[in-house]
């Protein structure tokens, strides 16, 4: 059948989105295809047609079970036969559905990749092998990804014996380098490739420096603004923790119908929301990035984020939610120079340095150990966080430096670990200065998007909507806009001088030299920073964000140069530039960050503590460790990987009893409910 009949006949549509129809051909073709196409631009249908113009059953691997859950439904409201295999459901509704793809009563058939590793379940699809095979989220697959999977990393292994059916690899966030990973480790070197579409030309981008404080009466303001011209709602507001999100909502419901949504809610009240939201009886939701997971709400105008976002993928992942409609639509980041730190802290926790996982290399042997000895063994040259430790060991079993057993007995591994680790170490420090350079981004957001993502497709040039594109802050900005102090005058007053002194150019300086030559007197980075945005967007200085490779790091660095509106500037042209009320005086940000170091502070040394402290199992603790070792062995992986000490021991302490009650202990998330939570809750009822 033609691909336009199939497509009216099938999914109700007449015509195909940009790219799809010779995405859909190749696949239908038969040739291997990578896919990197935005959120909402229809990279789903680019499997679901070809799979059924070829016939037979189109094997879909994907890590998120919710987004399993919504695409089966979809596609069965559409009449087709769609089922899943994965921890949520019960063993005989795996076995049915295993009997139905052996029938050949399967359209098809979504697993996650955890499920290829199960015994036998990849000799079972041997023996009706599927005709397409689509890995979604196919960037969990590189190291270099945002949401690395190891189980992802064994596909090509796992299905080698279901070849030759094509691969098609989809994913919304993958850069460059993520995307020569995918087809490298999925073994299909000769994929064509598809890397378009990521221009958004409704979207307006606006990224502005805010402290947290003033972040949810800026959020008022904007959504307020927004009222008096075009509808600014419905309207999506991130916010980077829990406390915020409810904190902000509260604020928000004396102007808005609004509401919270996180993982901390019980799944009632979440649903609750987002139902609300959906029908249009609430127009503002301010959440954690646990909402939008497969949100297809097509009118949202306004999407805000609160607080700096950990990556470019995220982010735009994350205001791809707005205008899906076609209508104008707006994205605006309010971040402050502490949201660096706050990221900076999580990324020393998360990737310990190379140094500690050295330090537990050299204390693992050929025979094995137990983990607390070799724990023991690592802290005698050096005291190592009981948190650290823990991470660390991942990381070394993640990169093979260590092997680890389910009972998490530990045994040396192989010695070039570090190499690998290095690498991913240096790539997730990149992301966030990614990041960073975003918000200080000189030139076109829209453009810096399809630079990141290399979307090469597009010629278009500059969005023309963005912040950088209008020159500068939108009205709801302009409105909450103070003088400078004496001392931002001052340092504008330097940096307008060096520049002149230094024939007109800065060079090409790297982000301290830069600070040192134009920032003598020392100004907190934060108020430096602020004050060189204000210039660029006032056009008296160019900023232009370059890298260079030297022993195989990327390093960045901006080229300042003084354009003609700065050099002629006067002291009373200086005394009329404006920075926003919102982004507080250089005094109030340097309290605020030395708070937040005081706090820092305080919380580490109590964690510390804490963790110093011998353990003590109790029967719950033992009961779900027993459960968690169980568990570990069948899936051949360590103790660890199911569910860590420290989430144990949060259980044992809160005795949750119900799934909503689950989620509310820390480090138990939507994904972890959903593929243990049952089994937790029977291992606790059992104490009782």
């Known amino acids: 059948m033609p691909a336009l009949r199939l497509l009216l006949k099938k999914f109700g549509f007449d015509s195909f989105r940009l790219s799809q129809e010779d995405v859909c051909r190749c696949v239908a073709d038969g040739q291997d295809v990578l896919l990197v196409m935005p959120t909402g631009a229809g990279k789903s249908l680019c499997y679901q047609l070809p799979g059924l113009a070829r016939g037979g059953v189109t094997l879909v691997i994907s890590p998120l079970l919710a987004l399993i859950d919504d695409q089966v439904a979809k596609l069965q409201a559409r009449g087709l036969r769609a089922e899943q295999i994965h921890s949520g459901r019960s063993r005989e509704e795996s076995r049915a559905t295993c009997l139905r793809y052996l029938h050949g009563e399967l359209d098809f058939l979504f697993i996650a990749p955890e499920r290829l590793g199960v015994p036998g379940f990849p000799e079972m699809l041997q023996k009706r092998k599927p005709t397409l095979i689509a890995v979604d989220e196919a960037h969990c697959i590189s190291q ?31 850069t460059p380098v993520v995307q020569q990973d995918i087809v490298q480790q999925l073994g299909i070197p000769a994929a064509r490739q598809f890397i378009q579409g990521f221009r958004r030309t409704n979207i307006s981008i606006q990224v502005h420096e805010i402290l947290p404080s003033h972040r949810s009466s800026a959020c008022t303001k904007i959504l307020n603004e927004s009222e008096k011209k075009t509808s600014g709602l419905p309207a999506i507001i991130y916010a980077t923790t829990r406390k915020a999100t409810e904190e902000i909502a509260f604020d928000l419901q004396k102007h808005f119908r609004t509401a919270c949504y996180h993982a901390g809610m019980p799944a009632t009240s979440r649903d609750d929301v987002q139902a609300r939201f959906m029908s249009g009886k609430v127009d503002v939701i301010v959440a954690t990035v646990a909402f939008g997971m497969g949100i297809d709400k097509a009118n949202i105008r306004t999407v805000i984020h609160a607080g700096m976002p950990g990556s ?11 205008g899906r409609d076609g209508l104008p639509a707006s994205a605006i980041l309010l971040y402050s120079f502490a949201d660096t730190k706050t990221h900076e802290f999580f990324f020393e926790r998360d990737y310990p340095k190379p140094e500690i996982l050295r330090q537990i290399f050299k204390a693992a042997s050929k025979s094995p150990l137990p983990k607390d000895d070799l724990r023991k063994k690592a802290r005698k040259s050096e005291k190592i966080d009981t948190e650290i ?15 680890v057993d389910p009972e998490e007995t530990v045994s040396i591994g192989a010695p070039d670990w570090e190499r690998t680790y290095q690498k991913q170490r240096q790539h997730r420090s990149r992301s966030l200065e990614h990041v960073t350079h975003f918000s200080r981004n000189p030139g076109c957001r829209m453009l810096f998007f399809l630079n990141h993502f290399g979307d090469k497709a597009d010629a278009l040039g500059p969005c023309g909507i963005c912040d950088h594109c209008t020159g500068g802050a939108s009205s709801h900005f302009r409105s909450m806009a103070r003088p400078l102090d004496q001392n931002e005058r001052s340092g504008v007053a330097m940096i307008l001088s060096n520049l002149i002194s230094g024939s007109r150019s800065a060079g090409k300086l790297f982000e301290e030299s830069t600070s040192s030559r134009l920032n003598p007197n020392r100004m907190s980075r934060g108020g430096f920073e602020t004050l060189l945005n204000v210039l660029a967007q006032q056009k008296w200085i160019s900023i232009t964000q370059q890298s260079f490779e030297k022993d195989e790091k990327t390093i960045q660095y901006r080229s300042i140069e003084l354009l003609h509106r700065g050099e002629i500037a006067k002291s009373e042209d200086i005394g009329k530039l404006q920075i926003a009320s919102a982004f507080g005086s250089a005094a109030e940000k340097a309290d605020l960050s030395k708070k937040r170091i005081r706090k820092s502070r305080r919380i580490t040394q109590a964690k510390r503590a804490i963790n110093d402290q011998p353990g003590t199992d109790s029967s719950a603790v033992k009961r779900l460790k027993e459960w968690r070792l169980a568990k570990a062995r069948e899936r051949g992986i360590p103790a660890f990987r199911i569910l860590t000490d420290r989430v144990i021991e949060a259980l044992a302490e809160s005795a949750p009893s119900t799934l909503d009650q689950l989620l509310e202990v820390s480090g138990v998330g939507a994904n972890l409910q959903k593929k243990y939570g049952r089994e937790i809750l029977r291992c606790l009822s059992q104490l009782l």
């Open 312 to 322: 470019i993928e995220g982010y735009y992942q994350e205001i791809g939610r707005a």
């Open 389 to 403: 430790f823990d991470k660390a060991l991942e990381k070394l079993w993640l990169h093979g430096g260590v092997q």
């Open 144 to 174: 270099w990804g945002h949401d690395f999977r190891p189980d992802y990393r064994r596909l090509s292994a796992r299905l080698a014996g279901l070849r030759p059916a094509p691969i098609v690899a989809l994913t919304a966030t993958a």
